[in-house]
């Protein structure tokens, strides 16, 4: 096999649920392309790492150079209430729910002795200058269902402590144990959101 296309798939199936199969169908593809589909895929991807870079204030990858993103901006999301995820995934799916009218906080994975993900691997340090600023009275934690969830969620919750005058609610029924928000419908999570509970 030729080594340029040889690498193209390598990198390719080293993309999340991808795979070698998958890598081979996406490198295949783009080469046999007649419409420029490839370069173009290339021009958006150096644009794109270029360009883009996570708010400072949030974690949401927006414009680089615009200071804080479109939902920090956002004045009428100033309503009290933010909303802890794992990934930015989460805070599309929350989106386009349309359950979730406040504010996000992404704290890039969650903690796991297994994966090595450490307290300082996660993007909690401006937490509670976040909770002071923006008068937040209400912690949602939206976090998988998992061991590794959870753990994360009392973690975040022994940092903030009892110092910040702040409700701590996670999301209720709904969300199986083990679920993921990717998997959830709309109507479970407004379920899961109308139902959350107190910690």
Same mark, same amino acid.
């Given at each position: 096999?030729?080594? $340029?296309?040889?690498?193209?798939?390598?990198?390719?199936?080293?993309?999340?649920?991808v795979?070698?199969?998958?890598?081979?169908?996406?490198?295949l593809?783009?080469?046999?392309? $007649?419409?420029?589909?490839?370069?173009?895929?290339?021009?958006?991807?150096?644009?794109?790492t270029?360009?883009?870079?996570?708010?400072?204030?949030?974690?949401?990858?927006?414009?680089?150079?615009?200071?804080?993103?479109?939902?920090?901006?956002?004045?009428?999301?100033?309503?009290?209430?933010?909303?802890?995820?794992?990934?930015?995934?989460?805070?599309?799916?929350?989106?386009?729910?349309?359950?979730f009218?406040?504010r996000?906080?992404?704290i890039?994975?969650?903690?796991?002795?297994?994966?090595?993900?450490?307290?300082?691997?996660?993007?909690?340090s401006?937490?509670?200058?976040?909770?002071?600023?923006?008068?937040?009275?209400?912690?949602?934690?939206?976090?998988?269902n998992?061991v590794?969830? $959870?753990?994360?969620?009392?973690?975040?919750?022994?940092?903030?402590g009892?110092?910040?005058?702040?409700?701590?609610?996670?999301?209720?029924?709904?969300v199986?144990?083990?679920g993921?928000?990717?998997?959830?419908?709309?109507?479970?999570l407004?379920?899961?959101?109308?139902?959350? $509970?107190?910690l």
């Open positions: 096999m030729n080594p $340029k296309i040889e690498k193209l798939i390598k990198l390719f199936a080293k993309l999340p649920r795979g070698n199969r998958g890598g081979q169908r996406i490198a593809a783009l080469l046999q392309d $007649k419409t420029g589909r490839g370069a173009a895929l290339a021009s958006a991807i150096i644009d794109a270029e360009n883009i870079a996570p708010c400072p204030s949030c974690g949401i990858l927006t414009d680089r150079g615009v200071g804080v993103c479109e939902y920090c901006r956002d004045a009428s999301r100033q309503n009290g209430q933010l909303c802890i995820v794992r990934d930015l995934s989460d805070v599309w799916v929350l989106e386009k729910s349309s359950v009218q406040g996000y906080h992404i890039g994975g969650l903690l796991s002795g297994a994966s090595g993900v450490l307290p300082q691997d996660l993007n909690i401006n937490l509670a200058q976040r909770i002071e600023n923006e008068k937040i009275t209400e912690i949602i934690f939206a976090l998988p998992t590794e969830g $959870k753990t994360t969620q009392h973690y975040i919750m022994s940092v903030i009892d110092d910040v005058s702040v409700r701590f609610t996670e999301l209720a029924s709904g199986p144990l083990g993921d928000l990717d998997y959830l419908d709309d109507g479970t407004t379920l899961a959101f109308g139902g959350r $509970k107190s």
